[in-house]
Structure formats: C-alpha cells, structure tokens
C-alpha cells in the first residue's frame, strides 16, 4: 500500500494534478462509520438535493417544492438558484436530470423516511469562489453558472461526480439487499449523468472560457479535479478530461471522459471526503459552500463542531 501511494503521489507530480496539499490517513480516509445502511443513503439524499434544486431550477425555473412539496420535509428554500441561459438540446438534457433527482429522493424517502433539506448555496457567488479557487485567481467577468451553456456545464461538473463516488464508497458497508439494490440503481443513473456532462464538456475541450482568459475547458475541468482531491485530503480520487498518456485507460489514451483509477474502476470517496469537497473548507467539521449550515442526517451532524457551526445568520434555526 505504502508503495502504491509513493506511485500515485509520483504520478501526481507529473501530471501537473496538485498533491502537496494532499494528506493520506488512514483513519481521516475511512468509510467505516458507525453508520447503519439507512444514515448512507439519508447523507446521500443531500447530494441529491443539491442536485434536484440545481438541475430544475436551471432548466425549468421552478424547485423541487413546486413539483412535490413533501420530499424537503420542512427543510429551507434554497438560495441563489435560478433558471439558466441553456441552449434547447442542453435544457432539455438537464430537465431530464432534474426529474430524475425527484425520483432519486422519492426512492430514497419512500424506503427510508428522509431527511429535511439542508440550505443550499447555489449563488452565482458561490460557484464563482469555488472556480476561482480551482484556477487560483478571480474571474474577469465573474462567472455565472447560469449565464450560458458552457458556464452551467462546468458548474455541473463539480456536483454531480462528488455523488459518483459517495455512491461507490457506501456500498462496501451495506448489510441490507434492499438498500444495496436501491444504491445500486442510484450509482447506476448518477454515473449516466456524470458521463453525459463530461461528454458535453468533452466536445468543447479546446473552447476558452471567457472569465478565466485563456484557460481551455479542458484545463478548468483539470483544475476543478485539483480543488476536489486537495478538499478531500485522500488522495487522487478525480480527474479531468484530458490526462497524460501514462494517466489514461491502460496507458493507451490521452482521453478522459470517464474518471477512474488505473484498473478503469470509479474511485470512491467518504462522507468525510465529501463533506470537505462540497463545504469547500477542507473541513468535514466547518460547514461552508454548497451546504453553509451543514448537510444533514446522523452522519452530516455527528461531524459538525460547536465552534464552527452556526456562523451565518441563516443557520440560527440548525
């Protein structure tokens, strides 16, 4: 294992995917909890959530609460998300996906009960920090995820594959056939849409995005990957579209259209590791990003620390 982890971190260095920042623990990397099979799929419901809220109102102009009220659970509205500049093939394309996440949640709270909705942060604000941060300087114009195709396609692409993986890690500690079943089906779908965006972005891979000069779409979905792994602190679990050759499927391609690890399996990540990426502190304990008040389940709220916690007016209520 140690002479794995020498490999990876080598490989890092060569491909130009940032891994000084990046802390390998065994214990900070462990996805055995103390979590029963139904605190996985409620932490999961979270990232459904983000993405329920994120794909509808971008395609639609109306969140989950206006196509069925009851699956937040009282949870609050989000902030910041509206509809998108889309272009008619990728609108439809995201619609489809905002259905899909209502059928996801409905799965999940018909086997399960639910959880209540966490605040979601889906500003233009938001998202423009964690771009910003990826690139390592500030958007010129500030990005909007919601502005045009290319812009939510690259927005898209940050949330999405943090799901792949959580999907991919819960599995191994499931004890019931019926939640292996319904993960199995989630992971199923939550792949297909991954693939999809990845596949979108793939075909523009030499467009530059305008807010970032002259970085390719290509090079800002490398730098996005860089901000996951460095979040998640375990290591490579992400990559972007183009990777050198000795990085692609059996070192024979310089494409990347799918992310996965040198037997071209998904990589898997924590609850941990996702709480860090998508609170964008690094932290699973600091709530922040796309979940400033923390998300929610047993799981989400074990890790929250009173110091932390509660920072933002909004969360006086948590």
Not at 120 to 141: I, Q, Y
Not at 249 to 273: F, K, V
């Amino acid at each position: 294992m140690f002479r794995f982890s020498l490999f990876l971190v080598f490989l890092t260095a060569l491909s130009g995917i940032h891994a000084s920042p990046v802390e390998y623990d065994a214990l900070r990397c462990s996805g055995n909890l103390s979590a029963t099979d139904v605190d996985l799929v409620h932490f999961a419901m979270n990232l459904e959530f983000t993405e329920a809220e994120f794909f509808l109102k971008a395609s639609t102009g109306k969140g989950l609460d206006a196509f069925n009220a009851t699956l937040a659970k009282g949870g609050p509205a989000p902030i910041g998300a509206k509809r998108a500049n889309l272009d008619p093939i990728t609108n439809r394309i995201i619609e489809e996906f905002g259905y899909q996440e209502i059928g996801h949640l409905r799965a999940i709270a018909d086997m399960t009960g639910g959880i209540p909705r966490p605040l979601l942060n889906l500003t233009r604000e938001n998202f423009a920090m964690f771009m910003d941060r990826a690139v390592g300087r500030r958007s010129k114009p500030r990005f909007d995820p919601y502005a045009n195709s290319l812009n939510y396609l690259l927005a898209s692409y940050y949330i999405p594959y943090v799901g792949l993986t959580g999907y991919v890690g819960a599995i191994p500690y499931l004890v019931y056939f019926n939640i292996k079943r319904l993960v199995a089906g989630l992971l199923g779908v939550e792949s297909g849409q991954d693939a999809v965006i990845r596949t979108l972005l793939y075909e523009r891979q030499d467009e530059t995005v305008e807010e970032y000069g002259g970085v390719t779409v290509a090079e800002l979905t490398n730098e996005i990957s860089n901000l996951r792994n460095e979040l998640g602190m375990c290591g490579i679990k992400d990559e972007g579209l183009c990777v050198p050759l000795w990085l692609g499927a059996e070192n024979r391609t310089t494409s990347n259209i799918l992310s996965a690890d040198p037997y071209s399996l998904s990589y898997d990540r924590t609850p941990q590791e996702i709480l860090r990426v998508m609170y964008g502190t690094g932290n699973e304990h600091c709530p922040g990003g796309f979940w400033p008040c923390g998300a929610n389940g047993r799981i989400a709220r074990m890790f929250l620390k009173k110091g932390c916690h509660g920072n933002d007016d909004a969360c006086s209520d948590y």
